[in-house]
């Protein structure tokens, strides 16, 4: 394949092209009919015909807006927020004369906060503009309709229906095309799908027959052809068509649909015709939003918002009746008492006389006033925090994984402070737990078993059943470079007896010969020769399929070359004792699938035997032994029970040899079924591979091990800590689980393990009658027997439990009545796992855990299997590993490694949790704070309406003076460094118990907000009453009164957040001290301008209050008071009723010192109730020793 | 699927060994959260010495607060129930709106102590809203400042226009509401004059009122609201116009009447005739008369120094309590149930 040489290869037709050759089907006959209308003109765009149908073109746009549509729509996504809306409403009244302000000033905060949103979404489509951009300018090669059999280089936008176009190795196809010929000669092409599923490994595609000899650029010249198919959907795939050339009608199936985003690999070349172009093609009919979650703490913060809306409608209610009652008494008995209002001619907002509409009118006014009760500038602050948050989430450098090149990604800023109050973490075993990299370790063959490697459980097991406190050095692992060869991936196999050639002088070298042979050549690898170093590398689609190739390769049977109907090895030949190519005939694939649990091939040999090759799990294929094939069953079994102890992977391998009659009915059988386009293909597919799998001969068994990713144990120690329970939802089977679950110290001795399965006698009984029915309900009643002796025993003893419930089971304990008691019970075990888990089921389980507990539940994993948990779940983590991206496109935040979940949980999730949390509520605070003086002032002013203040210190209250510093909160803020809040990882309870959200927390925070702004309030009042308030002998007017109370409101709210803060940065500085001065440049640059703009703040600060002593001493004055009782509370409280964190402050502190009793205190407390993980078990032994001891003392 | 359109680069694993750690993110001591800090915490040094600190602060302030109030002297006379002719007094409205009736009162007080001149004159007026909305609003800038905009009565209804419909200046009900009492003093026989300049703020003479607006149609309706204005004297002189229009924030209230540039003596008696012209009695509000002195901090309130004592002292006292119980209990772990966390109870 390299050097783009052709070849020649003889072709078998009855592989490559039979099964194309498919009669219409019935789908195929409904071709023309309702979705099935897409007709086009191959090669001819500019048809007449083809002009009319108006496809669109092959322009992609993934932006959310255009230019037209930004403003309506950014605008419309912005007002569907309640308190948007209210602020829209708002501003639109304030043009009428109820407005207690000018209309500008109370547009502007608003147009202020709208425009940063939609400043920020339009940078955010741009940004996709500028990706699509790229996309839709590259480059293709494109047939030259009208001069002849010349192809050009063209955008991919300007492609159209029709377009024949030619794609070179690897790049990526520009639209759905329908392949037509290839640089093969039997035209097959390698198709890369990694962006449109994830799936790393390769796929075939082929053309039809009829096609495939279009191999210069100059037999298009004439080609035409007519192509009729279904229209344009989501499934990936599936296709159904017809292409009609020279006259004949030929079926088209997915075999021949090359996929926009895939890309050619492998292959020189291919020619194709454009079907569907743009957003008809299928990768953009599935494209579809990332995912849209709502952290629990933005929907509690709608709640208060709520609160908030509520309780001001509900004082703007009191403020309208004292207000009717003040209005109505003006005119009184027909007498005019506040004749300086004329009340006898008046507008109908102020006429006593009307009372109940002047009331009304004023409701309205007051609700306009009261409006500084909710944070404007909320949403659009968290907006900006959580970006930022992003920002360093992403930036990590703890968590870019070095090996794959990738740095954590989040994908969305939602749920960044959800991350700090995780409560369950539900995760997938293999490459989330494990590395997802396979070793061949081990293999049983012919009833011997071969390996001597260690894997890394047993290496644990032994560790465990050692000393509890030396941990044993890793010995073997460090000898491991010196010992062997350079390391190879996937292969960890170490045995003298076979390696080297020497499995000839084995007593079964027959065997081990066959053994091998099927591992190079019972598989779907394909691989790839490097041109210079001539070195062999394999693409497969599963990594231990890659470990067998690798192991026979080294081994001595080197596969080397895959054709479509051939498969090539370097072996060794038994009697000449050299290495001999050989070839063996392919003829069928019978493709693995988890039902199946097993893969074979049928080839036909040198000799021309044709033998059936197969490879499965255990479960599936000793039922399927000839008699005379279960030489070696007792020993292979004893082996695997072993390997599996190990937490090995375990696969039987075993072989037949067909006769040619039988294989002639099977084929028969199986093409047919293969090529029916049917629903129950699969089925039919089964049934024929049914036929020919059984009275197999047990070759042996391999080994493979999933490495346990780095850093795991640890991690999981950590997060037990931390108080997350951790379920594992494995696919594996149960004793695969258990064994993991051991190295990575989920499970330890000492814990009581409650198994749940369905393995008893009396349901393997009924199995095998098969009467569906009544296995259903024995298990079921067997299941709910299980889980309530469980409960009983689990609720009634002080011990630590762990929950193994296998996927037969569970199926049971989803059900509606059970699950309920299920969950109960798994809640109160250290550690869940359930194995032999569908994909389906994990999802289930997520929604069980997460719907009933209403905890937060983290769901992480790496392969498309687990994206129905990863969506299911609150947050959803995918890890990017070698499984594909499917599982990262699908989560929320990606990460590279397991292990970083600590570093996210820990450090960013408490820290995001802890900085949204105090925003919100210090939010609310200032608001309050403000919104409280506002209606006590109402009070003073018979509740007509007037501000205390000018229009535009409130308008810029929001956005200016008290805005930025916590802006700085959010984004700087850190109650513990990040070293320590992994050393005291119980901190992260907090996020957990939501401490720091809570309803008393909230409702803390506003009492403190109510009683700052009546202390400022009144202190202010009664200071500057009516007497005289300089030396000159003037008084304070409204504008002075004002602008008094609304500098102690800016101090007193930065101060306060200054007290809040526990991480100064020069931002906060900067943000906290500058808002303040701000606010004094405000005043003085406002007072400056001519009385025609500033009205009634003309000069107040420098003619007024500058020069005046009494505003700065009452300013400190009101300033110190107000904060004096939350500094004391606070210097109580942090002193002698610490929060968590603020536990973990003094121990910093006191590190500095000496060792305070709340270090020991906190330490212990970070022990007690750890369950599972590395600590937990230590913990456990070091107690076993102890009342060992005691128990010794005692009885000397 | 937007992000899979990022695309190739995300796809290549080969590509990526050439542009190794081509990912990493760069060092930065803002995106790796290690920006230097200061990381406060509430010793018990810190709090008793910023207590401490605050006593410290707060307390000669409040001395020398107090005592400047103090030294403050202060006359209050209110004259609107003893300014109404004994057979009126049930009818005290009949009585301000009728025009015929002489409405001069005499009134005498005593000076309590020795009082520095300058000494204010100050009218106080108890439940008048001069904050309510409709009366703040009603008013016009332009036509104050600018004699070409005398037209401008927007907001000024309903004293905008006189009967004939030109502009009434200044408009609105303020302006119309300006209060009219008016002031004499003696002392024995010398008479005190009441210098009324310079009573309002500079800026408000300077740039609100126009130097070349004169009052137009003033008071010229059927319904008479308060004092005249000199039609001669143009808006920026008229000072008792300029001090009534910088509207009073709370309903009681005290405005510059003048100032009496006589040093007082210890129970001199001051002789006042004043004109009771102002109606409060509609709305049962109060009149005041006020003569004060002034000191660096103002008029008399003795709040502002009681306050600052208060808390400095109270300050002291949190410094000691704290003190004391930091010694007696040095570390008391608090509810240490709080840290359990329990698992199993918090299952809601």
């Known amino acids: 394949m390299a050097g783009g040489k052709r070849r020649k290869n003889l072709l078998r037709k009855f592989y490559s092209f039979s099964c194309c050759k498919a009669s219409f089907q019935e789908e195929h006959s409904q071709i023309g009919g309702p979705g099935f209308s897409r007709i086009v003109f191959a090669n001819d765009p500019d048809c007449f015909e083809a002009t009319n149908l108006y496809y669109p073109s092959n322009y992609v746009s993934t932006t959310k807006y255009t230019l037209a549509t930004f403003i309506p729509k950014a605008l419309f996504e912005q007002f569907r927020r309640v308190a948007n809306i209210y602020f829209l409403v708002t501003s639109c009244l304030s043009f009428t004369p109820l407005a207690p302000y000018t209309a500008f000033s109370a547009i502007l905060p608003l147009i202020i906060v709208i425009g940063v949103t939609m400043t920020k979404e339009a940078i955010e489509d741009f940004r996709r503009y500028r990706q699509d951009y790229e996309m839709n300018n590259r480059k293709i090669k494109v047939h030259v309709h009208q001069r002849d059999g010349t192809f050009e280089y063209t955008e991919w936008k300007n492609l159209r229906v029709g377009d024949v176009v030619k794609v070179e190795k690897d790049n990526f196809f520009p639209a759905d095309l329908i392949l037509l010929s290839s640089s093969y000669e039997d035209a097959i092409c390698y198709v890369d799908t990694m962006n449109l599923d994830g799936e790393t490994n390769l796929k075939l595609k082929q053309s039809l027959e009829v096609t495939s000899d279009l191999h210069n650029d100059s037999s298009f010249q004439h080609f035409e052809a007519l192509i009729k198919c279904e229209d344009p959907n989501a499934h990936l795939y599936t296709f159904v068509g017809t292409l009609e050339y020279q006259s004949r009608q030929y079926p088209l199936s997915p075999q021949q649909l090359l996929l926009r985003d895939s890309k050619l690999r492998n292959t020189d070349y291919i020619y194709g015709v454009v079907i569907f172009t743009g957003h008809d093609t299928k990768v953009m009919q599935n494209a579809t939003k990332p995912p849209s979650k709502r952290s629990k703490i933005e929907r509690k913060m709608d709640k208060i918002i709520y609160l908030l809306l509520s309780a001001l409608v509900l004082i703007s209610l009191i403020g309208s009746i004292f207000f009717a009652i003040t209005t109505s008494n003006d005119i009184k008995d027909g007498k005019i008492r506040r004749w300086y209002l004329r009340p006898d001619d008046t507008s109908i907002y102020f006429d006593p006389k009307e009372d109940a509409i002047a009331a009304m009118f004023h409701l309205l006014t007051a609700m306009m006033l009261y409006g500084y009760f909710i944070p404007i500038s909320l949403y659009v602050s968290i907006e900006m925090v959580k970006v930022l948050q992003v920002i360093f989430i992403n930036q990590d450098r703890e968590m870019y994984y070095e090996e794959s090149d990738k740095p954590a990604h989040a994908r969305t800023s939602n749920l960044n402070e959800e991350l700090g109050q995780v409560d369950t973490i539900l995760s997938d075993k293999t490459g989330t737990l494990t590395c997802n990299s396979m070793e061949f370790i081990k293999c049983s063959i012919a009833g011997t078993a071969y390996g001597q490697r260690v894997s890394q459980v047993e290496k644990t097991m032994t560790r465990r059943k050692g000393s509890s406190f030396i941990y044993v050095s890793d010995n073997a692992h460090q000898d491991y470079p010196v010992q062997g060869k350079p390391a190879i991936k996937g292969f960890n196999f170490e045995d003298d007896r076979i390696m080297n050639g020497n499995w000839l002088n084995e007593p079964r070298s027959d065997v081990i010969q066959k053994f091998f042979q099927l591992l190079a050549i019972c598989h779907t690898v394909i691989p790839e020769v490097d041109a210079e170093s001539r070195k062999i590398s394999y693409e497969a689609e599963s990594p231990d399929e890659a470990a067998f190739v690798i192991a026979a390769r080294e081994i001595g049977f080197e596969f080397y070359k895959r054709t479509q109907t051939s498969i090539s090895l370097h072996e060794l030949d038994p009697v000449s004792r050299k290495t001999v190519e050989s070839s063996y005939t392919l003829l069928n694939i019978l493709e693995f699938s988890s039902s199946r649990k097993r893969m074979s091939v049928i080839v036909k040999n040198k000799e021309g035997e044709l033998l059936l090759l197969s490879k499965g799990a255990d479960s599936v294929m000793f039922e399927r032994l000839a008699e005379n094939g279960r030489e070696f069953e007792d020993k292979t079994r004893e082996h695997t029970n072993n390997y599996a102890d190990d937490g090995l992977r375990i696969l039987i391998l075993a072989y037949r040899k067909l006769d040619e009659a039988e294989y002639e009915t099977f084929n028969r059988k199986f093409t047919e079924a293969k090529n029916s386009v049917s629903a129950d293909r699969e089925e039919k597919m089964d049934e024929a591979a049914e036929m020919i799998e059984r009275e197999l001969i047990l070759l042996g068994a391999t080994a493979v091990e999933d490495k346990l990713q780095d850093g795991v144990p640890e991690c999981i120690d950590k997060l037990a800590e931390a108080g997350i329970k951790i379920w594992v939802l494995t696919g594996d089977k149960m004793e695969t689980a258990i064994n993991i679950g051991f190295a990575c110290s989920l499970l330890r001795q000492g814990m009581k393990q409650i198994l749940i399965t369905l393995e008893a006698q009396e349901i393997k009984q009924l199995e095998k009658k098969g009467d569906k029915e009544s296995i259903a309900k024995a298990s079921r009643e067997s299941v709910i027997r299980q889980i309530e002796g469980n409960l009983q025993r689990n609720s009634s003893s002080e011990e630590t439990f762990a929950l193994i419930i296998d996927g037969k089971s569970l199926n049971y304990a989803l059900e509606d009545n059970v699950k309920s008691m299920f969950l109960q019970l798994a809640v109160n075990c250290a550690s869940v796992i359930c194995c032999r888990s569908s994909p389906k089921q994990k999802a289930l389980v997520t929604r069980l855990v997460k719907n009933s507990t209403r905890k937060v539940t983290l769901a992480i994993g790496d392969g498309a299997n687990d994206v129905g948990m990863i969506q299911e779940a609150d947050i959803g983590i995918g890890i990017s590993g070698v499984e594909g991206m499917q599982a990262a496109m699908s989560s929320d935040i990606a990460i590279a490694q397991f292990r970083f979940l600590e570093r996210l949980l820990l450090v960013h999730g408490h820290w995001c949790y802890r900085r949204i949390s105090l925003m919100i509520c210090y939010f609310f605070y200032k608001n309050i704070t403000f919104g409280v003086t506002l209606f006590v002032y109402e009070a003073y002013a018979s509740f007509s309406g007037t501000p205390a203040y000018n229009d535009w210190f409130m308008s810029l209250y929001n956005v200016f003076f008290t805005s930025l510093p916590v802006i700085a909160l959010g984004v700087f803020d850190q109650d513990v460094s990040a070293r320590l809040c992994l050393k005291y990882p119980l901190l992260y309870q907090e996020g957990v118990q939501n401490v720091l959200f809570s309803w008393t927390q909230i409702i803390g925070w506003m009492v403190n907000g109510i009683c700052s702004a009546i202390t400022i309030f009144f202190f202010c009042t009664i200071v500057l009453q009516h007497q005289a308030f300089r030396k000159g002998g003037e008084v304070v007017d409204r504008e002075i009164l004002g602008a008094t109370l609304y500098t102690c409101i800016v101090w007193v709210v930065n101060c306060q957040m200054a007290l809040s803060v526990s991480y100064f940065t020069l931002f906060q500085h900067i943000f906290i001290w500058g808002g303040i001065a701000l606010w004094y440049i405000f005043l003085l640059a406002y007072g400056a301008m001519t009385p025609k703009v500033s009205a009634t703040a003309f000069m107040v600060f420098i003619e007024e209050l500058a020069n005046t002593p009494s505003y700065w001493i009452v300013t400190l004055f009101v300033v110190i008071s107000t904060l004096i009782p939350y500094f004391t509370f606070t210097a109580v409280r942090v002193r002698f009723f610490p929060m968590y964190h603020e536990r973990i402050q003094w121990i910093r502190f006191d590190d500095r010192v000496a060792e305070s009793e709340y270090s020991g205190e906190v330490r212990q407390r970070s022990e007690r109730l750890i369950m599972a993980g590395v600590s937990a078990r230590l913990e456990a032994k070091v107690s076993q020793i102890r009342s060992r001891v005691h128990h010794a003392v005692q009885t000397l | ?348």
Not at chain 2, 64 to 76: G, K, R
Not at chain 2, 160 to 178: D, F, H, M, R, Y
Not at chain 2, 211 to 236: E, I, Y
Not at chain 2, 245 to 269: C, H, Q, S, W
């Open chain 2, 1 to 348: 699927m937007n992000n899979s359109y990022a695309g190739p680069s995300s796809a290549s694993a080969d590509a990526s060994a050439t542009r190794r750690n081509s990912k990493r993110p760069k060092y930065s001591k803002f995106t790796q959260q290690e920006l230097p800090a200061c990381k406060p915490i509430l010793t018990p040094q810190w709090v008793i010495s910023v207590f401490t600190l605050i006593g410290l602060i707060f307390v000669p302030i409040g001395v020398a607060s107090l005592f400047a109030s103090n030294n403050v002297v202060e006359i209050v006379d209110r004259y609107d129930t003893e300014c109404i002719p004994k057979n009126m007094t049930d009818n005290k409205i009949a009585y301000i709106q009728n025009q015929a009736i002489n409405k001069t009162c005499i009134r005498k007080v005593r000076v309590p102590k020795d009082m520095d001149q300058p000494i204010y004159v100050y009218y106080q007026l108890d439940n008048f809203y001069q904050n309510h909305r409709r009366y703040v609003k009603s008013r016009n800038d332009a036509q104050l400042r600018d004699e070409k905009k005398a037209n401008e009565t927007s907001g000024c209804d309903p004293e905008k226009t006189a009967a004939n419909g030109s502009p009434i200046v200044p408009c609105g009900l303020i302006a119309w509401s300006l209060f009219n009492d008016t002031y004499t003093f003696t002392r024995g026989n010398q008479s005190l004059t009441v210098n009324k300049t310079n009573i309002s703020w500079k800026s408000d003479r300077d740039h609100k009122f126009g130097s070349n607006v004169f009052p137009k149609n003033f008071q010229n309706g059927t319904l008479v609201g308060g004092g005249s204005l000199d039609l001669n004297k143009s808006l920026s002189e008229q000072e008792d116009l300029i001090v009534w229009m910088r509207t009073a924030a709370l309903p009681t209230f005290r405005k510059l009447y003048g100032k009496i540039e006589v040093d007082l003596k210890k129970n001199d008696i001051i002789t006042v005739v004043l004109k009771n012209n102002y109606n409060t009695y509609s709305f049962s509000g109060k009149k005041k008369l006020v003569l004060s002195t002034t000191s660096w901090l103002g008029g008399k309130n003795d709040f502002l120094g009681i306050g600052y004592l208060t808390v400095g002292g109270l300050c002291f006292f949190l410094a000691a309590a704290f003190t004391v119980v930091y010694f007696v209990k040095p570390r008391k772990l608090g509810d240490t149930s709080y840290l359990s966390w329990n698992r199993t109870g918090t299952g809601r």
